[in-house]
């Protein structure tokens, strides 16, 4: 693995040297994601690095270009190594708090303009479970009128999404509480959004490293049968959505069967169900009977 063509020292020669260990670590896009490391490292562009390939790398740069290239070779994903990841055309910080931001979950926000249409009729949104705080952050985005609450179990998500906010510009409409999903809720709200954890807990060792080893486990457990937190907030939706309401919960692949099941009991009417674009029945659509 030393048959780089340019100097040792030069950014090609770490970029050289980054693709191969990615590639045999079996990393997907390893030249990518060399520039993007070693971009990061250096503050600068990636344009910028293939620019003059013999440049030299600045001992710190190098040293902390190492530390993230063996994060990744450890499998921990790039966007917790880069502390950001684009979501709905927002950039939000990401940590190992929290999930890292999916293109799958946008089909929820698809669904909530679908559904809502008018951009003035949503006033108040809740978002259970809020991570980084991208679903209830980028539905504010779409809606000028509204504003929101966030809640998570983990305080430090809860910190992470209100830093997320106030990046965004959007800390004056939106605030978060650290508590047990709906438990502390009084009012109702014109849209509810959630996605919750719905990996059985028996298949969690088996998703891809950069999951099952990085990403926070209260996040991605939904229990023995994946449904676990999806009893637990459903159950309590009908007090919560205001009568022409709609809840908008992220479904696990071959879970909408079951879930309707649950919303149906807990007196929840099923409006629709938007696939990813993949084809997975992804954002399932509730409102008050």
Same mark, same amino acid.
């Given at each position: 693995?030393?048959?780089?063509?340019?100097?040792?020292?030069?950014?090609?020669?770490?970029?050289?040297?980054?693709?191969?260990?990615?590639?045999?670590?079996?990393?997907?896009?390893?030249?990518?994601?060399?520039?993007?490391?070693?971009?990061?490292?250096?503050?600068?562009?990636?344009?910028?690095?293939?620019?003059?390939?013999?440049?030299?790398?600045?001992?710190?740069?190098?040293?902390?270009?190492?530390?993230?290239?063996?994060?990744?070779?450890?499998?921990?994903?790039?966007?917790?190594?880069?502390?950001?990841?684009?979501?709905?055309?927002?950039?939000?910080?990401?940590?190992?708090?929290?999930?890292?931001?999916?293109?799958?979950?946008?089909?929820?926000?698809?669904?909530?303009?679908?559904?809502?249409?008018?951009?003035?009729?949503?006033?108040?949104?809740?978002?259970?479970?809020?991570?980084?705080?991208?679903?209830?952050?980028?539905?504010?985005?779409?809606?000028?009128?509204?504003?929101?609450?966030?809640?998570?179990?983990?305080?430090?998500?809860?910190?992470?999404?209100?830093?997320?906010?106030?990046? +965004?510009? $959007? #800390? !004056?409409? =939106?605030?978060? %509480? /650290? *508590?047990?999903?709906?438990?502390?809720?009084?009012?109702?709200?014109? &849209?509810?959004?959630?996605?919750?954890?719905?990996?059985?807990?028996?298949?969690?060792?088996?998703?891809?490293?950069?999951?099952?080893?990085?990403?926070?486990? +209260?996040? $991605? #457990? !939904?229990? =023995?049968?994946? %449904? /676990? *937190?999806?009893?637990?907030?459903?159950?309590?939706?009908?007090?919560? &959505?205001?009568?022409?309401?709609?809840?908008?919960?992220?479904?696990?692949?071959?879970?909408?069967?079951?879930?309707?099941?649950?919303?149906?009991?807990?007196? +929840?009417?099923?409006? !629709?169900?938007?696939?990813? %674009?993949?084809?997975?029945?992804?954002?399932?659509?509730?409102?008050?009977?």
């Amino acid at each position: 693995m030393n048959d780089c063509p340019d100097p040792a020292g030069t950014v090609g020669f770490f970029l050289c040297r980054a693709g191969q260990h990615l590639r045999a670590a079996a990393i997907e896009s390893p030249r990518l994601e060399a520039r993007l490391l070693l971009s990061h490292a250096m503050s600068c562009r990636q344009e910028d690095l293939l620019r003059d390939p013999r440049a030299a790398v600045p001992p710190a740069a190098a040293n902390h270009f190492a530390a993230l290239l063996r994060g990744r070779l450890d499998r921990a994903p790039i966007a917790q190594l880069l502390g950001t990841q684009e979501f709905w055309s927002l950039p939000f910080a990401v940590s190992p708090a929290t999930l890292v931001p999916r293109a799958d979950t946008e089909t929820l926000i698809e669904a909530v303009l679908a559904e809502c249409p008018d951009r003035g009729a949503v006033r108040r949104v809740l978002d259970l479970g809020t991570g980084t705080g991208c679903l209830l952050l980028a539905t504010l985005s779409e809606y000028p009128a509204a504003d929101g609450v966030g809640i998570d179990r983990s305080l430090a998500a809860a910190v992470l999404a209100r830093q997320n906010a106030a990046a +965004l510009g $959007l #800390d !004056g409409r =939106a605030r978060f %509480l /650290v *508590a047990d999903w709906t438990a502390p809720l009084r009012t109702r709200f014109d &849209l509810i959004l959630s996605n919750p954890p719905y990996i059985e807990s028996g298949a969690i060792a088996g998703l891809m490293p950069e999951v099952a080893r990085h990403e926070p486990m +209260l996040a $991605l #457990d !939904g229990g =023995a049968d994946g %449904l /676990v *937190a999806y009893r637990a907030i459903l159950g309590g939706l009908s007090g919560l &959505l205001a009568p022409a309401g709609r809840a908008v919960l992220e479904l696990g692949a071959g879970q909408r069967g079951a879930v309707q099941a649950i919303a149906h009991a807990s007196g +929840l009417r099923v409006v !629709g169900c938007r696939a990813d %674009l993949g084809g997975v029945a992804r954002a399932l659509v509730l409102s008050v009977e």
